[in-house]
């Protein structure tokens, strides 16, 4: 029973097109996150969210929108792709004062 | 900014020897340190949770700890093995920050039957 998933695994999709990775967590955490790993396999935060607060890493262009249907799922939607934007994006939730991260498998955008 | 580096970026040890990977930090208000580690296309796994009031924690062959003063946290593992080979990475988050983690930028280990 997987703790934190992310589907699809793998997307491959031309410039210019609208895509969506979803993602759900089942472990009663209240914050979610976005993400992005290079090709350099560097992590960076894209977005932080729980039912009260939206926090946006000021590099994120507004291309990239969260939408939260509720507490458990954290859907990553993105604009007019380019190609800078193929990486692995990982979705992660917390719970509370300990922070404890636990994050979903990856899903590899390519852009071509 | 806050800056977290992990160095070497690579290491590279025979199986069976003890080993001690590094992870600095420039602002000493730390609020969580957390330890993962990555296999080749998978997601991270996490190790060990330090919390700010902590100075250390063990589970089974891994040590990690904290010393927030020289800005450094160190993980120790005790006789490595083949299935120790993977990226480990640290990742920190501040009083300022919340609960949002900044991670290093890793280190590559190679453990050699």
């Known amino acids: 029973d997987t703790a934190v998933s992310q589907t699809p695994k793998y997307l491959v999709t031309q410039m210019g097109n609208d895509k969506s990775i979803k993602c759900e967590q089942n472990l009663g955490h209240d914050t979610m996150y976005w993400y992005k790993q290079d090709s350099k396999k560097f992590l960076k935060i894209m977005f932080s969210?729980?039912?009260?607060?939206?926090?946006i890493n000021e590099t994120v262009p507004n291309r990239f929108s969260p939408k939260s249907p509720d507490k458990a799922h954290l859907n990553l939607h993105i604009n007019s792709l380019e190609l800078g934007d193929s990486a692995v994006y990982f979705c992660a939730s917390s719970y509370g004062s300990t922070g404890e991260l636990f994050f979903g498998e990856g899903s590899r955008l390519t852009v071509l | 900014k806050q800056e977290v580096t992990q160095i070497p970026a690579a290491l590279s040890v025979p199986e069976g020897e003890n080993l001690v990977l590094n992870c600095s930090f420039t602002?000493?208000?730390?609020?969580?340190l957390q330890w993962f580690r990555q296999d080749p296309g998978k997601g991270l796994t996490s190790l060990l949770l330090i919390q700010s009031s902590q100075r250390e924690q063990t589970s089974g062959r891994l040590n990690a700890s904290l010393d927030k003063s020289s800005g450094r946290s160190t993980l120790y593992i005790a006789a490595s093995q083949p299935g120790d080979s993977a990226t480990y990475l640290c990742a920190l988050s501040w009083w300022n920050t919340g609960n949002q983690f900044y991670f290093g930028t890793g280190t590559s280990l190679t453990v050699i039957p």
């Open positions: 969210y729980n039912n009260k607060e939206l926090i």
């Open positions: 602002d000493s208000a730390i609020y969580n």
